[in-house]
């Protein structure tokens, strides 16, 4: 008579179970994202069986506790449009460039010390990383002023980089940023303005899908052949922003590269941390 596994162990050499590690990406709304469908099919193409993405939409950041608690084998988050800032007070550890930039988008999840403990996190900004390397291929020597639309947690990440780079840069809002000189409201944006900051990147989400036809209120027909306009907006695949731009002549990229670089960086340090 063949003996009976002991408890723990049965079914699991037919079974080949391994522990899942989950990750995902917070924000709202996230119907415009494709991090979901480019970490499963990561996992798939590298065979790696023992993890998976999901999206988790909050529509309020005082939620993510609950998220924590109610989610195992969490291990890492993408934290997208509106809390890369909102999200730096339930943060234990920042990494440094993320120190410095003040913003965040992505999350190292560890077990707490005791059961039942909240898990430990550890904010970074891969962001920078994405950005600078998506940049560098098409940067030129006139790209020296940069119009950097919007103020959030990305706009810090582009601004850093660009100020590391020797690019100066300029934020444009709809209000008048107090404490900021180097800003310009939209109504202040001429041909004199546009024709001195040959490159233009939009950090908003105005154009992102579904509402395709919007873009920044700027004066397009100033462009000319010697710009580059960079959209952080990857769906659609060229916004309006963009399409006005290549009207022109400018140099146009969108957010896609910085996707992805980024989110490989993410993923490096789910692995090596």
């Known amino acids: 008579m063949k003996s009976m596994p002991r408890t723990g162990e049965q079914n699991f050499g037919l079974l080949n179970l391994k522990p899942v590690r989950h990750f995902g990406l917070i924000g709202y ?3 415009h994202s494709f991090s979901k469908h480019y970490f499963n099919q990561k996992f798939e193409t590298f065979g790696i069986t023992d993890a998976s993405y999901e999206l988790y939409p909050l529509q309020d950041i005082s939620s993510f506790p609950e998220l924590l608690i109610n ?10 449009i509106p809390y890369k800032e909102t999200i730096l007070p339930f943060l234990q550890e920042l990494d440094v460039i ?13 077990p707490g010390a005791e ?10 900004n891969t962001d920078v990383y994405g950005f600078q390397q998506s940049l560098k291929p098409f940067l030129e ?17 582009v601004a850093y980089v660009l100020r590391k780079i020797g690019v100066d840069c ?3 809002t709809r209000k008048k940023m107090t404490g900021q000189e180097k800003a ?3 109504a202040e944006i001429n041909e004199y303005v546009i024709r001195h900051f040959p490159l233009i990147i939009n950090t908003t989400p105005v154009g992102m899908h579904p509402d395709t036809e919007a873009c920044p209120p700027l004066p397009y027909d100033y462009i000319t052949t010697d710009h580059f306009l960079y959209d952080l907006i990857y769906n659609p695949e060229e916004t309006r922003f ?3 731009g290549k009207k022109r002549g400018a140099l146009t990229l969108n957010g896609l590269s910085m996707l992805q670089q980024q989110a490989e960086k993410a993923w490096e340090i789910w692995n090596t941390n």
């Not at 989610?71 to 997208?80: I, R």
């Not at 993320?98 to 560890?110: D, H, M, P, Q, S």
């Not at 020597?141 to 990440?157: D, F």
Request: with cysteine.
């Open 98 to 110: 993320a120190r410095e930039v003040g913003a965040v988008n992505t999350l190292l999840i560890k």
């Open 141 to 157: 020597s006139h790209h020296e002023r940069a119009l950097i639309l919007g103020t959030g947690g990305a706009s810090k990440a």
């Open 184 to 186: 310009f409201t939209y």
């Open 115 to 124: 059961a039942g403990d909240l898990p430990l996190l550890k904010g970074f």
């Open 170 to 172: 300029y934020f444009v």
């Open 71 to 80: 989610t195992t084998g969490l291990c890492g988050l993408n934290v997208t």
């Open 29 to 31: 709304p996230l119907t």
């Open 242 to 244: 963009l399409a006005e």
